[in-house]
Nanobody
Framework: QVQLVESGGGLMQAGGSLRLSCAASGLSFSSSTMAWFRQAPGKEREFVAAIRWNGGITDSADYVKGRFTISRDNAKNTVYLQMNSLKPEDTAVYFC????????????????????WGQGTQVTVSS
């Protein structure tokens, strides 16, 4: 029933921008913390950014701070990742994740804190 569908990935030259979208259905979106993770071939899936269900507080990994911005539109049940100043090392499959447990405390940066995942969208940044 729960579906997270990512879109917006593609091929971009270094220095360019992309905006990823994740459309959610089948869950209470407004009460879910949403996040983006990414995984490059042969590497572990890593945290990119999260936005809490309560208050819209955001968190992002150091390697994307100042370049990537996570946001959400509860009216559209959609979370976004605006990616600017893209680098080749940003190349990965980007996954949307949701935590429906309504946690109040702490940041959420680990895979086990999310119970729903999208299929991923490929982002490739060329030099």
């Amino acid at each position: 029933q729960v579906q997270l569908v990512e879109s917006g990935g593609g091929l971009m030259q270094a220095g360019g921008s992309l905006r990823l979208s994740c459309a959610a259905s089948g869950l209470s979106f407004s009460s879910s913390t949403m996040a983006w993770f990414r995984q490059a071939p042969g590497k572990e899936r890593e945290f990119v950014a999260a936005i809490r269900w309560n208050g819209g507080i955001t968190d992002s990994a150091d390697y994307v701070k100042g370049r990537f911005t996570i946001s959400r539109d509860n009216a559209k049940n959609t979370v976004y990742l605006q990616m600017n100043s893209l680098k080749p090392e940003d190349t990965a499959v980007y996954f949307c994740a949701a935590d429906s447990s309504r946690r109040r405390w702490g940041m959420q940066r680990t895979l086990d804190q999310y119970n729903y995942w999208g299929q991923g969208t490929q982002v490739t940044v060329s030099s």
